[in-house]
DNA sequence: CCGCCCTCATGACATCTGTCATGAGGAACT
DNA sequence: AGTTCCTCATGACAGATGTCATGAGGGCGG
């Protein structure tokens, strides 16, 4: 029998997907979070053999949760599934360790099919989204120029994003120049908009 | 026995709620649906009793889905679940005809009621949504300048948005100064996000 | 019939942004 | 020690953007 801790913010999918791995024989659902840090409080506890995981939630999110507990708990392996399925979360989530990586639009025989295989130690991420993932590639932008394009995400004057990043506003448009050059972009916002979309922000 | 249809993109979740509601003695899903065009065309065959649909689908929306069934099938009332509850959404899917309105962070019970209660006529809106919706309040923006802010979500320079509303840029630029104003944003990005956060757009 | 508002437009002006050249300081690698 | 890249900064310039005044035309309610 495989334990398994599912977390996730939406009550009804929550409780939908509790439903539907009971109806398999070998699975068993034996602990539920709505939050992140609920969800690790309940795996130090119940020690599941499976923690399947949203990606988004309210406080910590989905990938952080699976740092934590690949550190804790090593014998808990962790999948996430997500709504969003953007390049850059799935390569954050591995390199978290993360064992598994399904969007939601999966049927529920490939979750019950995913959550054996991550238990038995093997991997399993959605074909769609590693083609995604593969063609997005590598982010271009520097540490520094991801940083101040994530706070132009919100459409904030330069000024503003100067202060916040504590840098004179010259050197936010030189890196917000470069950024815009290199996401192909004809202004910062789109700029932001596109490096989101690949994940690189 | 009422006779539901369920559509929504993400198929875990759609088996997963089917799964749910089939628990219910008086509950029965009697079809299902991936996108907002293969709802309409499977409720028109099978004529439920009840729409159960995402707000968010590949195409058309689960506001437009309510209203053709509302001219269509009068005798089915439809109810929306969502994952991002958005005040705009809200009266736009009121004034389509839509009976429950619902995020997806209610329980399973809840659902179940709220079908029982649109199927005998009844309405029923999330109270926290509703309350979001009232605090809200009405939108500031004439028609047109909600249709250039909206053309402005993506970050295109004002030149394109000119070309995309037909409008010479010169008007764009007085509609979004107008739409700044009524933001109390500082440009029109952040505009489009305020508005689009109170759903203005 | 007369305001009032929305739509669409133009011109002028100040300011904000994007781009480029240039340079200092530091970390990493050879 | 030298090279390369990143970080951070300044100054200058062109072009994009925000703001304001102004006006023509149309619809709607009083």
């Given amino acids: 029998m495989i334990r398994i801790l599912l977390a996730d913010d939406e009550h009804l999918i929550r409780g939908a997907m509790a439903a539907l791995l ?8 034996v602990a539920q979070a709505a939050t992140g840090a609920e969800a690790l409080a ?7 053999d499976v923690a399947v995981i949203d990606l988004q939630m309210p406080d910590l999110d989905g990938v952080s949760v699976a740092q934590s ?20 979360h799935l390569k954050r989530a ?23 295989t991550v238990h038995t130690g093997g991997r399993y991420v959605d074909p769609a989204l590693a083609a995604e993932a593969i063609s997005a590639g590598d982010s271009p932008l520097t540490p520094r120029e991801a940083d101040v394009l994530e706070l132009a995400l919100e459409g904030a004057p330069i000024d503003e994003i100067a202060r916040r990043a504590s840098l004179s506003p010259g050197t936010v448009r030189n890196y917000l120049s470069s950024a815009v050059g290199k996401t192909g972009a004809s202004n910062r916002h789109e700029a932001a908009r596109v490096a989101r979309a690949r994940g690189w922000i």
């Fill in 69 to 88: 507990l690949a550190a804790e708990l090593p014998s808990c392996s962790t999948m996430i599934v997500t709504s969003h399925g953007r390049p850059g």
């Fill in 94 to 116: 591995l390199a978290a360790g993360v064992r598994g990586f399904l969007p939601k639009t999966v049927s529920s025989d490939v979750l019950a099919t995913v959550v054996r």
């Fill in 42 to 48: 309940t795996a130090r506890v119940v020690r599941p």
């Fill in 22 to 29: 009971s109806l398999e024989d070998d699975l068993e659902v």
